[in-house]
């Protein structure tokens, strides 16, 4: 059973940095069977798509957030990353990890880690 | 602004039939998926491609596509299926993703 788990700072100040990981197990992320991503959800609100990664290392991300973000795996710890730079409160959410067997479905969820972006 | 547009809530009485729709011009391209989201939980993919659910999902979630809208159908809804519901799919672009607004299901 594939599980995923996020970790990383509940608080981050304006202009800063969020940088968020999500640790894989029941299955190898480099494995080309699965994609990966991450979700985000303001308080309050709908979910929005950031970004997915590719076995092949191929990223995509949301026009939105793409000059600002960056997702990346590490196969020796079978983990997937998020690195969000310049930070608004614009950007407090939870932030979901997620992985699929095919694109563009998300078959397996993190519980979520909410991220609140304050001085 | 989200390129799939969903009505924000939807009711229905108890064992009725209830159905979500999800539109947007992606759609006459690709399928759209499901999600169901309860409070402070993850969302559960519930439906995907052209009438898939995922194992676990009951039998009475089923999809449908016309044109340029996706539909979610509930026959005979319970107390339980009471959540947010998202539609998901491909953007214009077909690289990208985008989910829609969500839809607040409420069962009377």
């Known amino acids: 059973q594939l599980q995923l788990q996020e970790s990383g700072p509940g608080l981050v100040k304006p202009s800063e940095t969020l940088s968020l990981t999500c640790t894989v197990s029941?299955?190898?992320?480099?494995?080309?069977?699965?994609?990966w991503g991450w979700v985000r959800q303001p308080p309050g609100k709908g979910l929005d798509w950031i970004g997915s990664?590719?076995?092949?290392?191929?990223?995509y991300y949301s026009p939105s957030l793409q000059s600002r973000v960056t997702i990346s795996v590490d196969t020796s710890k079978n983990q997937l990353s998020l690195r969000l730079n310049s930070v608004t409160a614009a950007d407090t959410a939870v932030y979901f990890c997620?992985?699929?067997?095919?694109?563009?479905?998300?078959?397996?969820w993190g519980q979520g880690t909410l991220v609140t972006v304050s001085s | 602004s989200s390129e799939l547009t969903q009505d924000p809530a939807v009711s229905v009485a108890l064992g009725q039939t209830v159905r979500i729709t999800c539109q947007g011009d992606?759609?006459?391209?690709?399928?759209a998926s499901w999600y169901q989201q309860e409070p402070g939980q993850a969302p559960v993919l519930v439906l995907y491609?052209?009438?898939n659910r995922p194992s676990g999902i009951p039998g009475r979630f089923s999809g449908s596509s016309s044109g340029d809208t996706a539909s979610l159908t509930i026959s005979g809804a319970q107390a339980e299926d009471e959540a947010d519901y998202y539609c998901?799919?491909?953007?214009?672009?077909?690289?990208?993703?985008?989910f829609g607004g969500g839809t607040k299901l409420t069962v009377l």
């Open positions: 997620a992985g699929g067997k095919s694109n563009p479905d998300f078959d397996y």
């Open positions: 491609g052209k009438n």
């Open positions: 998901h799919s491909r953007d214009s672009s077909g690289n990208r993703l985008v």
């Open positions: 029941g299955a190898s992320i480099s494995s080309y069977t699965y994609y």
């Open positions: 992606s759609l006459r391209t690709y399928y």
């Open positions: 990664i590719f076995y092949n290392g191929k990223t």
